[in-house]
């Protein structure tokens, strides 16, 4: 058999999305996938746009990154390449233009996140505008979810009215935006098979049993059909580090998420922000079965660092205190617990305790892992030269450091999910 140089959709089969920043780390998660990977199908090319736009690489540089490493590899299994989060027509057009096949969709400027909060007169308000804008077709949403009962396997859902107007309020718009998405989609991709997730993961409040059934229905009700969907689901999944909440009621969400993608898909629960959650990957696992996709990037970006770390301890340090100067600006927009007031004793490090400070324990795995746009195209080292430049050269020469770094780091994920 020979190499599969194109991408192609994966179904309804459990999956693992490899994110690779740097265009060098797909022979570690090729072999991360050989060691602990099996029944996972691997996406090998997976970049949001705004990780593009942070490292300033397109989208056929990260698909070419991807076909070179499993040509060199002679990988010949399927292979997906999902282009993530994707908010207008041109990010579809630029992705499709490159070869990917999976599209999730992040309709998050449409989500309305002051829901949970409106009181019962606000959400009337919004809507009877929706009604009037027949956002819900020729029916009403009441006519259309009210006074029914939703199976779910076992048990069985319904909405109150209050819930049904917060669910409608907060995602009905986003919905909307998802059926015009999928449209550009459809569009972008005239003789290609391809597969759309919808992501509603990088919203302030936790998605709600019946917002997850309104949103599934309301998909259907417009004929947009998705392989995955990815919630936000409760307890925190911050960037590059463990779980943090409770696990018992994660497990009983959990369940509760997949018997709604089961009976009213069926697609995969998809898990973004999915690196280091070593904790709950036994129960994800084991309650996801085949209907489970995962999402790591930064991850593996870290383990490049690692890398460096070993090989180059002043670079790495003087990357470090970069980080610490960029960390302010650039923590904006995401999901960690880290805050400025760390950084100072951060900095105190002794050179010898670098690695497991900042790479093995939370609060300076997250200052690394917000920073990487800032390293990897503004940061440059006391010699003049780009930290990019020295990292990429210090990966190129030492490949099989950086390879077994990584099946280690990965490997430990897939083994885990299979642990369940
Ligand atoms: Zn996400």
Not at 191 to 214: A, G, K, M, N, Y
Not at 339 to 360: A, N, R, W
């Amino acid at each position: 058999m020979e190499t599969q140089l194109t991408a192609s959709p994966l179904g309804l089969k459990r999956s693992f999305g490899f994110g690779d920043r740097l265009g060098l780390a797909t022979p570690g998660h090729i072999a991360a996938l050989k060691s602990q990977g099996s029944g996972f199908l691997p996406i090998f090319a997976q970049q949001s746009i705004r990780e593009m736009t942070r490292t300033e690489r397109s989208a056929t540089e990260v698909m070419q990154a991807a076909i070179e490493a499993l040509k060199a590899d002679g990988y010949t299994g399927v292979w997906g390449a999902d282009a993530d989060h994707l908010k207008n027509e041109q990010d579809v057009k630029v992705t499709a233009a490159a070869g990917f096949c999976f599209f999730t969709i992040d309709p998050s400027e449409f989500v309305n996140n002051a829901a949970d909060t409106l009181s019962k007169a606000e959400l009337e308000a919004e809507i009877k505008q929706q009604n009037a804008e027949q956002l819900y077709g020729d029916a009403s949403i009441e006519a259309r979810y009210l006074n029914q009962s939703y199976d779910l396997g076992g048990q069985a859902l319904s909405f109150d009215k209050k819930t049904l107007w917060r669910a409608g309020v907060k995602y009905g718009r986003a919905v909307a935006h998802c059926e015009r998405m999928a449209g550009f989609i459809a569009e972008a991709n005239p003789h290609r098979l391809f597969e759309i997730e919808v992501s509603v993961d990088e919203t302030d409040s936790p998605t709600s049993h019946l917002e997850h059934l309104f949103f599934a229905q309301e998909l259907r009700r417009r004929g947009v059909t998705i392989v995955s969907l990815a919630p936000r689901f409760i307890g925190e999944f911050e960037k590059g580090i463990d779980y943090k909440g409770d696990l018992k009621g994660f497990e009983v969400s959990l369940k509760t998420h997949v018997a709604i993608a089961r009976e009213h898909g069926p697609y995969k629960i998809s898990i973004h922000s999915g690196s280091d959650k070593f904790s709950i990957y036994p129960v994800i696992g084991r309650v996801c079965g085949d209907l489970l996709h995962v999402k790591t990037a930064g991850t593996s970006y870290l383990e490049a660092l690692r890398v460096l770390a070993r090989v180059d301890p002043e670079k790495f340090q003087e990357v470090i205190r970069y980080c610490g100067e960029r960390f302010s600006e650039d923590k904006v927009s995401y999901h960690i617990s880290v805050t400025d007031g760390d950084i100072p004793g951060l900095m105190q490090t002794p050179k010898s305790e670098l690695e497991k400070v900042f790479l093995d324990q939370d609060p300076g795995r997250q200052l690394l892992h917000v920073t990487f746009g800032s390293v990897l195209t503004k940061g440059k080292a006391a010699d003049g030269t780009p930290f990019r430049d020295h990292l990429l050269t210090v990966l190129k020469a030492k490949p099989d450091l950086h390879i077994e770094v990584l099946e280690k780091h990965l490997g430990k994920h897939l083994q885990q999910l299979n642990a369940g």
